[in-house]
């Protein structure tokens, strides 16, 4: 049997492929949301979402161990609404992490200051703050009143703050330097990859944790963690029981770290 000549990758057709991914992209910003990619694959991870949808509300339960060792669960009601955007949506990124908080229990969380950071509906902050952490959920402008609703509709004004927070630009001097920052579905739009990384260095120091959730979807994710590399380290978690479910999925939680001496601006 005659070997196969292994095939050379063309570079030029290389750069044409990420030139149309960034032209669908553009006309349709959450088709990799959608795990079309490959129709092959028969993991429907978000189904395709109206943008008539709005004011629907639905309920989420993340069991949560207590310290004296019973499980209790931790129920949210979450207002969405996509006509502010796809933000308005709750995605499995944002599930996966706040169950894995809950899975922590309120030793994690409880006295804590927290961020999370693009928040949208404000899913996995007011998961954090029914943990017993002092939340702030952030995003820009046009959701911050679903966030404001959810928190109201939890119960959680006296532990959830909402602000808004532009990536890139200057932290508000009220919003504190928190101890943990939560991210879910944050990568998504390449020209904010640089904006989310300044933002990530400019809220945290060497020992302030980090998690990150986030659905593998094109090459140009690669281009996010090449600028994160700059300033972070990271590793994946290893403790969530449902690791391997949600990794088969694409998605993946990691533990980013700072690098630099740099603290908190």
């Known amino acids: 049997m005659v070997a196969e000549k292994p095939s050379i990758i063309d570079a030029s057709l290389l750069a ?55 499980v209790t669960a931790i129920q949210i009601t979450l207002r969405l609404d996509a006509s502010p955007g796809c933000g308005g949506m709750a995605w499995p990124a944002g599930e996966i992490l706040s169950n894995y908080i ?14 999370e950071l693009g928040s949208g509906t404000g899913l996995v902050g007011l998961v954090a ?30 532990s959830v703050t909402v602000a808004e927070l532009n990536w890139g630009e200057k932290v508000p001097s009220h919003i504190p330097c928190p101890d943990l920052i939560l991210a879910a579905d944050c990568v ?56 391997e479910s949600y990794a088969r999925a694409a998605i993946s939680l990691l533990v980013l770290t700072k690098r630099t001496t740099i603290g908190c601006v």
Not at 43 to 65: A, E, G, K
Not at 146 to 157: K, P, T, W
Not at 191 to 205: G, H, I, N, Q, Y
């Open 188 to 243: 998504y739009y390449e020209p904010a990859f640089p904006l989310l990384v300044k933002t990530l260095s400019d809220l945290s120091e060497e020992g302030t944790d980090i998690l990150f959730c986030y659905k593998k979807r094109r090459k140009a994710d690669k281009r996010f963690f090449a600028l994160l590399k700059k300033q972070f380290n990271w590793r994946e978690v290893d403790d969530d029981p449902n690791r």
């Open 16 to 70: 044409d492929e990420i030139a149309l991914d960034e032209t669908l992209d553009a006309l349709d910003p959450l088709r990799h949301l959608r795990n079309q990619d490959d129709p092959s694959d028969h993991i429907v991870l978000v189904p395709t979402q109206p943008r008539s949808v709005q004011n629907q509300c639905i309920s989420l339960t993340f069991p949560s161990p207590s310290p004296e060792g019973s």
């Open 129 to 158: 703050g029914a943990l017993g952490g002092h939340v702030w959920i952030t995003d820009q402008a046009p959701l911050l009143g679903i966030m404001q609703d959810n928190v109201i509709a939890n119960n959680l004004q006296s």
């Open 102 to 115: 809950a899975l922590r229990g309120e030793q994690y969380c409880r006295g804590k200051t927290i961020l």
